[in-house]
Every structure is written in C-alpha cells, then in structure tokens.
Antibody, heavy 122, light 112 residues
Framework: QVQLQQSGPGLVKPSQTLSLTCAIS??????????WNWIRQSPSRGLEWLGR?????????DYTTSVISRITINPDTSKNQFSLQLNSVTPEDTAVYYC????????????WGQGTLVTVSS | DIVMTQTPLSLSVTPGQPASISCSSS???????????LYWYLQRPGQSPQLLIY???SRVSGVPARFSGSGSGTDFTLKISRVEAEDVGVYYC?????????FGQGTRLEIK
C-alpha cells in the first residue's frame, strides 16, 4: 500500500518561497514505472497539475507553463521523498497542494497525499 | 493544452434516481495503442480525489456497479444508475494523453 505524507508550512508571505515535501512509503522515488507530481486546487483554478519528476535511466522534470519560471520539483533519494518549491508567490498561489503518484503504463493518478492548504498572505 | 469541459456544473438528485455527467475534450483521447485515456475521479467532502473509472468505462476495484462510463473520441459520460447518499461530492473528468494533464471544472453532486 502506497502512502504519501505531505509536510510544510501552511502560511507563506507574498514574494517568498513556498516549500512542501512529500514522503513516500510503499514505493521508491526512483521507480522507473511512476512519476511523482504536484497538483493544486483552488476555487478559481480548479485542479491544476503543476509538474512532475521521474526517473528513467536519468531524472526528468516537466512543469506546466503557467509556473515554469518559478517552480522546482526535486527528488531526494536518501529520504525517499520529493519536494516542491514555488518562488515569488502571490495570493493567487493560495490553494490546497497535493502530491500524487502517476503510473506511466496506465497513464493515471492513483495515490494522493492528504493535501496541504497553503495561504499566501502577509 | 487539452481542455476538458464538464456539464452540468452541479446536480441535485433524489436518492434512487439516476444522474449523468458529460465531459468533452478539445482533442481526441484515443491513442495509437487503441486505448482512450479518459478518467473519472470523485472528491468527497474533505478528501483527496479518488479514481472511479479508467479508460472511459473500466471501474476501479470496489467501485459499485451503479457507476458506469461511456463515450469515445472527445465525448464522454459518467452515469450513476441509482444515486445514494455516499455519492455526494465533486466529480472530475481527466485526460491522460500528455503533459500538462488537465481536469474538467468538476460537477458537484448533492442529494435532494
């Protein structure tokens, strides 16, 4: 059974960096059959895929164009986890953030973290 | 980016009555392997989304038979034959074609 446990602050000031971590149990961040994603949800944007990291002989990242200049998703093989960093946040980045596993063969999201409400406010 | 459009955005249904949600995509979700990568998720209040239906019509293990999916190409439907109280939540369609993965706006189902 795969479990994804999210951690990180729930309040970030405008212009600062949002940082979240997702600890994986029951799978490996280096598995070559899956990708590790961040998805956020807000009333204005709905469910928005932000990006992913995955390993297939080497590490790859994909990001959505709306945040590509501000986002970094990194794997941490020593701790079997991955992280999200979103720079220069504004109130429009206020959302519930989820870490999610993607299966390459099935092309679907199967396991979701519990979600973290991140509010951007001074 | 592939745009996913759902209708209606909300539904109020009497228990035991049917419900239907439509989803259309801005391009075909059929790939060269012959599979159509359209999914349905349910987000119950206070929970993360959970997968109900994959590849248009295949139910995930444990999903009741009252849920069914149909469609092809760019037009898809999720049907609940007889709505129960536990079906309350927001239903999302999603494609699995290419990054960025996108979702429909969601359809909120409530019980009358």
């Amino acid at each position: 059974q795969v479990q994804l446990q999210q951690s990180g602050p729930g309040l970030v000031k405008p212009s600062q960096t949002l940082s979240l971590t997702c600890a994986i149990s029951g799978d490996s961040v280096s598995s070559n059959s899956v990708a590790w994603n961040w998805i956020r949800q807000s009333p204005s944007r709905g469910l928005e895929w932000l990006g992913r990291t995955y390993y297939m002989s080497k590490w790859y990242n994909d990001y959505t164009t709306s945040v590509i200049s501000r986002i970094t998703i990194n794997p941490d093989t020593s701790k079997n986890q991955f992280s999200l960093q979103l720079n220069s946040v504004t109130p429009e980045d206020t959302a519930v953030y989820y870490c999610v596993r993607w299966l390459h063969d099935s092309r679907l999201f199967d396991y979701w973290g519990q979600g973290t409400l991140v509010t951007v406010s001074s | 980016d592939i745009v996913m459009t759902q209708t209606p955005l909300s539904l109020s249904v009497t228990p035991g009555q049917p419900a239907s949600i439509s989803c259309s995509s801005s391009q075909s979700l059929l790939l060269g392997d012959g599979k159509t990568y359209l999914y349905w998720y349910l987000q119950r209040p206070g929970q993360s989304p959970q997968l109900l239906i994959y590849e248009v019509s295949s139910r995930v293990s444990g999903v009741p038979a009252r849920f069914s999916g149909s469609g092809s190409g760019t037009d898809f439907t999720l049907k609940i034959s007889r709505v129960e109280a536990e079906d309350v939540g927001v239903y999302y369609c999603m494609h699995g074609i290419e990054a960025p993965i996108t979702f429909g706006q969601g359809t909120r189902l409530e019980i009358k």
